[in-house]
Nanobody
């Protein structure tokens, strides 16, 4: 399994970005997918997750602003980020947890600054 994250960039406070994470392999549709983020000097934290049947979970700090979704036909998970704040600035990683191994994407940088 390989995960390729994209969509990061520079955005002003209050702006929006959509991150994408494309997965290779054949297990995407049956896998939970998640987005994590890590800001400088901080621990990596869970942002949102989505199960194979579409159930979602969000960190309290992003609830109501971020939306995780998936397209099984494209083996891609998305993170729509609205009303971005400076504290959302971080490297964002996608993750596919499995029973034997956790697969991670390479990370995409989100910078929120005016």
């Amino acid at each position: 399994v390989q995960l390729q994250a994209s969509g990061g960039g520079l955005v002003q406070p209050g702006g929006s970005l959509r991150l994408s994470c494309a997965a290779s392999g054949s297990i995407f549709s049956i896998s939970t997918m998640a987005w994590y983020r890590q800001a400088p000097g901080k621990r990596r934290e869970l942002v949102a997750s989505i199960t194979s049947d579409g159930s979602t979970n969000y960190a309290g700090s992003v609830k109501g602003r971020f939306t995780i979704s998936r397209d099984n036909a494209k083996s891609t998970v998305y993170l729509q980020m609205n009303s971005l704040k400076p504290e959302d600035m971080a490297v964002y990683y996608c993750k596919m947890p499995t029973r034997l191994y956790d697969y991670w994407g390479q990370g995409t940088l989100v910078t929120v600054s005016s």
